[in-house]
T-cell receptor, first 115, second 112 residues
Framework: EAGVAQSPRYKIIEKRQSVAFWCNPISGHATLYWYQQILGQGPKLLIQFQNNGVVDDSQLPKDRFSAERLKGVDSTLKIQPAKLEDSAVYLC?????????????FGNGTRLTVT | GQQVMQIPQYQHVQEGEDFTTYCNSS?????IQWYKQRPGGHPVFLIQ?????EVKKQKRLTFQFGEAKKNSSLHITATQTTDVGTYFCAGAGGTSYGKLTFGQGTILTVHP
């Protein structure tokens, strides 16, 4: 089974610029997550989709971050404008049902550096 | 909101020694999951615990879920260099689509 695909692997931008990340989940997985992992910390959930609807975006800084999952498959996460504190690895994950019993399958992540 | 804390933050062991990491939640959990992240890699699912007092084993790894479903532990017997990485617990709340909250992880280094 193909894993969760993410691109790009690395991105370096200047503060106030915009950036977008792309994620393709495992085929058939209804739930898609975007996590932010700052160096030395655990992943923090930014947004959770069930098919193409948002289940949880309580920790998404909505003044600068946006995410969409058109057609319930691929997803994009955008930051505009970026701040220095956005430097982190952005992990996409998917699971089969989004219920509490479903393990998360993570992609390799996008490492963002904001200078 | 829900908080999940892990201790210790770091653990250095000699190969062959045992290792334990502990996870505590501020709220009762419906289930807890454990993940391992190798240096430079992404978190990989290890196991899920659902029942109060549950104990599960995977070869040298033993996972426990507390009776009150607010704490958990991971114990590795006779560590090997391949055990190196960061171990995260992640707790799920009570709703069907409960958010999975990760602890800050325990970084394990194993000296040969």
């Amino acid at each position: 089974e193909a894993g969760v695909a993410q691109s790009p692997r690395y991105k370096i931008i200047e503060k106030r610029q915009s950036v977008a990340f792309w994620c393709n989940p495992i085929s058939g997985h209804a739930t898609l997550y975007w996590y932010q992992q700052i160096l030395g910390q655990g992943p923090k959930l930014l947004i959770q989709f069930q098919n193409n609807g948002v289940v949880d975006d309580s920790q998404l800084p909505k003044d600068r971050f946006s995410a969409e999952r058109l057609k319930g498959v691929d997803s994009t996460l955008k930051i505009q404008p970026a701040k220095l504190e956005d430097s982190a690895v952005y992990l996409c994950a998917s699971s089969q049902q989004g219920l509490n019993n479903s393990p998360l399958h993570f992609g390799n992540g996008t490492r963002l550096t904001v200078t | 909101g829900q908080q999940v804390m892990q201790i210790p933050q770091y653990q250095h062991v000699q190969e062959g020694e045992d290792f334990t990491t502990y996870c505590n939640s501020s709220t009762t959990l419906s289930n807890i999951q454990w993940y391992k992240q190798r240096p430079g890699g992404h978190p990989v699912f290890l196991i899920q615990l659902v029942k109060s007092g549950e104990v599960k084993k995977q070869k040298r790894l033993t996972f426990q879920f507390g009776e009150a479903k607010k704490n958990s532990s991971l114990h590795i017997t006779a560590t090997q260099t391949t055990d190196v990485g960061t171990y995260f617990c992640a707790g799920a709340g009570g709703t069907s689509y409960g958010k999975l909250t990760f602890g800050q992880g325990t970084i394990l280094t194993v000296h040969p």
